[in-house]
């Protein structure tokens, strides 16, 4: 039994399916539509399905390929692959790929990449969907709750010809993560018709060849991750190969991979509920800062005294005006890694807020680390850190200086010892609340203008204004406070660091401490992540009601203001220690030497046990709700640091941007490219700001088409998403769209951007028009097909309807060879054709009443089709007329052949009554071309 709550859906998708069901009680004004709902096939966005899953049920026979997909949780239809053939079918591909896969929670490349390249070579570069995708197509439904779980499908041997099936169910996946090689629980899964029980994500099956799934990376597979075997296993460097090793000698080979899912969601249970007259609500994206950095303009690099992870070239962020100040142990300031404009300018320079440019003319020069930084309400820099002297004169390790011109600012004098024998002064942190700066660092003893000196250790706090310290005031930790940070109501000192007690009580690594004189401590057992009570805490930062504490080992845990119990834990594995806390608007930052995964519930080091929530990716720094605790997954950086030191500092700029420094050496940009970033990178606020909602909102009927028409909306609206009665159906750059009148249809119009926020609805407008009679089929899909499929020239004639074709062969469409869900393989002795040819005779009794017919096929790779010996359409051939060697222009997989169909409306009078013919030949690109095929569909479209 697990003793922490455990969240089945994320916030975002809470969020989304709460304002549906919001909205669902606002019906008021219109009654719902009693129209029959919309065939659920998946062949377009108004016939989206909720799963694969539904569609294979609807039609069993549906093959293989692209279909539209919708649930309630899903923003608008999407097109996705399916496998309607393994294991009964059902099953959506979210990823694919050999070697490369990434963690990243916006997943690698498009979905329109997932879906139209899906094996062969040219999936061999992974592509993932974004994981807030992937929760949509479940609906909400947690990942370990999956009746299928997850299906791998890997290369068994280097040429791709001989396959394997792994399926596998998690613990602790509330939601979906790519965070791979984490050690999410495996709790039972198969090799085949193998059964095993137990493991982790990151290492899982029963053997150490090919009963074995190994998503953590190693050196010796050149970091990259994929779905590997066991270290037993071999495969080879090659472009081409399914089984990629860096080395032929190196274990863990790196198979290409299908990864699918099964949500099995039918219309019935998903949860569409009838839109209210009045509209729906719009949505934003959560307000987080982008994953991608903005583009470096200038940065810091070298080192100017001293190394190790406590000297790191960056270290403290402030600003005063259109100046932000970057603190630290660094030497210069550059433009690039190559040292543009490089100038010696050590431990403090500023930076433009708006352009990112150095200030040349801010040139204070000091004799060592500046360490911590505040902004005084006088205006004036308060700068803290390891220093003594202040452009050449002597100054103490707290200083106050003029933010333009970097000098000692008059009035304001504080020195500070440290006479604990051998100790050496040092000041790490400085916050300033109602007119007093609280100072945190190794000392003992302050001294302002009146040259008194006052005992204060480690912690105390000075006048603002004057820098003269308040000597009824001294929590006299005994170790070294790293962090300070004083209540909003001043009611209490936060304290983070070394020490164990505060004048003899008990405060074992952080502390609250009261304000008033004598400097009381707060009641606090705070218990850190290690067994051992080891370690020590680096961060601690008030924000609401929760205050957030985070260092060794590994732990950032927040605790309630009140009470001082713990709400939420986490702990970083593989990776290190927590360094700074921080927060801005309702965001928290912690910011570490981690590399890997965040394990949000863990409360222990270094095992994280399977006591946790969910596993997500972290890297140098996180993002937590500040109200919530939760962890944001869509904040995921990608940084490097120059001795993997992480970062030190993170702070939020009057733009919004977020700068997080330590010893970077380079991130990668917003535009997906890596860049050198000297010490710190910059990241800007993604956007969480909708379109505003369309106006002018009108529906006409005409000729059995309801037309919408709107005015365009302001903001920056991508697309425009068109709903009818439940659910959007369509999608739009334009401000008018028509599609099939439905009887009794009300239709809404709302504004979405490229980020996913989107606009309220306009209100229901509803459709006036005629329904033309439903098509009714004349071929459907699978249908019987007589065929020709030789090297020979075929008869003359043979499109039309006086053609004898009693001596063709017959057979059940899908015709072809070397893909899937083919009801005929077509073979012929020596070399093999390149075209075949097919016809079918229909009965049409009436043409008078046939407005026209419906004409679906596929070009794979070449089509030309015939009605009754004219042709009515081709795609991928040549101009003229073709004959049997004609070769075909283009290539297409069976799948993207299928996702990108030919369809002609052919007029009725092209009809006679009685028999008529619809023939078709299709012409391969090559002719050793890997596979083809062939089916039609035809649609009587009848008169009103």
Known sequence: MKNLPRPRRSAALCAALAALATAATLATALPASTAEPAAVDGASSASAAASCWEIKQTSPSAPSGVYWLLTPAMAAPEQFYCDQTTDGGGWVLIGRGREGWKELYEGVGTPAQVRGTVTGTGAFTPRQLPSNLVDG??????????????????????????????????????????????????????????????????????????????????????????????????????????????????????????????????????????????????????????????????????????????????????????????????????????????????????????????????????????????????????????????????????????????????????????????????????????????????????????????????????????????????????????????????????????????????????????????????????????????GYQQGIEEVGNRVWVGGAEHSLFSFDTATLTRQSTNITLSGGDFQDVSAANGIVYGSCHCGHWNYSGASTWPSVGSNFQMADKINLIGAWDAGTGEYIPGFNPVMKGRAGYGIWSAFVDSRGILWAGGDLVSSVSSAGKSQWSGGYARFAPADATAPSTPDGFTVSSAGGNDTLRWSAAAGSPALYHVLRNDRVVATTTATTFSLPAVAGARYYVRAADAAGNYSATTAAAGSTGVVPPAPQALIPAGSQWKYRFSGETPPTGWTGTAFNDAGWSTGTAALGWGTTNLGTTLTASGTKPLSSHYRKTVQVPDPSQLASVTLTTRADDGVVVYVNGVEVARANMPAGTPNHNTYATAAPSTAAAVAAPVVVTVPGSAFTAGANVISAEVHSNYRSTPSTSFDLTASMNLRR
């Open 137 to 534: 197509l479940l609906n909400g439904q947690a990942p370990d709750e999956l009746e299928d779980g997850v299906r791998l499908r890997r290369a068994l041997d280097k040429t791709g010809s001989e396959w394997q099936e792994v399926r596998y169910r998690t613990d602790n996946q509330p939601r979906w993560s790519w965070a791979l090689g984490s050690a999410t629980p495996v709790t039972s899964g198969s090799f085949g018709t193998t059964a095993f029980t137990g493991g982790r994500t990151a290492s899982f099956g029963t053997d150490q060849t090919y009963s074995r799934v190994v998503t953590s990376e190693a050196e010796a597979q050149g970091w990259t991750q994929g779905f590997a075997y066991g270290s037993q296993a071999r495969g080879e460097n090659s472009a081409s190969t399914y089984i990629w090793s860096n080395t032929a000698t190196a274990g863990n080979p790196r198979p290409f991979t299908q990864m699918y899912l099964r949500p099995k969601l039918t219309q019935a249970n998903a949860g569409f509920t009838a839109l209210p007259a009045s509209g729906t609500p719009g949505n934003t994206q959560q307000a987080r800062p982008e994953t991608g950095a903005v583009p470096t303009s200038w940065g810091v690099t070298g080192l100017a005294n001293g190394s190790g992870e406590l000297n790191s070239e960056v270290q403290a962020f402030a600003q005063i005006g259109n100046t932000v100040y970057v603190a630290g142990n660094f030497r210069y300031v550059q433009k690039d890694s190559a040292g543009t404009g490089r100038v010696e300018q050590s431990y403090l320079a500023g930076f433009d807020v708006n352009t990112g440019e150095w200030i040349s003319g801010f040139r204070p020069n000091l004799n060592g680390q500046v360490k911590a930084l505040a902004v005084l309400p006088n205006g004036t820099l308060a700068i803290g850190g390891t220093f003594s002297t202040l452009n050449g004169q002597p100054a103490g390790a707290v200083t106050a200086i003029d933010p333009v011109s970097g000098a000692a600012a008059p009035g304001w004098r504080l020195g500070v010892e440290n006479r604990v024998s051998g100790g050496a002064v040092q000041i790490r942190s400085l916050e300033v609340r109602e007119g007093w700066l609280y100072v945190g660092g190794a000392f003992t003893h302050l001294t302002g203008a009146t040259g008194n000196p006052v005992y204060a250790r480690s912690a105390a706090r000075v006048a603002a204004a004057t820098g003269q310290p308040d000597g009824t005031w001294n929590p006299a930790f005994n170790g070294t406070v790293v962090d300070v940070d004083p209540s909003a109501d001043g009611q209490r000192l936060y304290a983070a660091g070394y020490f164990s007690t505060s004048n003899t009580a008990n405060t074992y690594r952080a502390a609250a401490i009261g304000t008033g004189a004598g400097a009381s401590v707060v009641p606090w057992n705070f218990v850190p992540s290690s067994g051992e009570r080891a």
